[in-house]
């Protein structure tokens, strides 16, 4: 079983910067992409940025040129940095990852995190 723990969430005025973290523990190999998600209430959950292991990273448009992800592969964590944040961007944020867990183990296992709040407001 792997475990991710996210942190960094908050309370947070429009304008404003939170970096968010997320940390995978247990029985793992070797981890490949990673993202963050988010849900509003009321709405679907959406991606809002994913990182290859080699780094390559892709953006909801909603977030582009606001937002950062970034990994640290020795400590199996995902950073998502986020600037210029805005009231819409309230939303539990859920990290995921696709987790290989032995060697030969053909498709990675999906897990998500707990997720944490994130609230843009004045």
């Known amino acids: 079983q792997v475990q991710l723990v996210e942190s960094g969430g908050g309370l947070v005025q429009p304008g404003g910067s939170l970096r968010l973290s997320c940390a995978a523990s247990?029985?793992?190999?070797?981890?490949?992409?990673m993202g963050w998600y988010r849900q509003a209430p009321g709405k679907q959950r959406e991606l809002v940025a994913a990182?290859?292991?080699?780094?390559?990273?892709n953006y909801a448009d909603s977030v582009q040129g606001r937002f950062t992800i970034s990994r640290d592969n020795a400590k199996n964590t995902v950073f998502l940095q986020m600037n210029s944040l805005k009231p819409e961007d309230t939303a539990v944020y859920y990290c995921?990852?696709?987790?290989?867990?032995?060697?030969?183990?053909?498709?990675?296992?999906?897990?998500w995190g707990q997720g944490t709040q994130v609230t843009v407001s004045s």
């Open positions: 990182v290859s292991r080699a780094g390559g990273a």
């Open positions: 995921n990852a696709d987790v290989f867990e032995n060697w030969g183990q053909r498709t990675p296992n999906h897990y």
């Open positions: 247990g029985s793992i190999f070797s981890i490949h992409d």
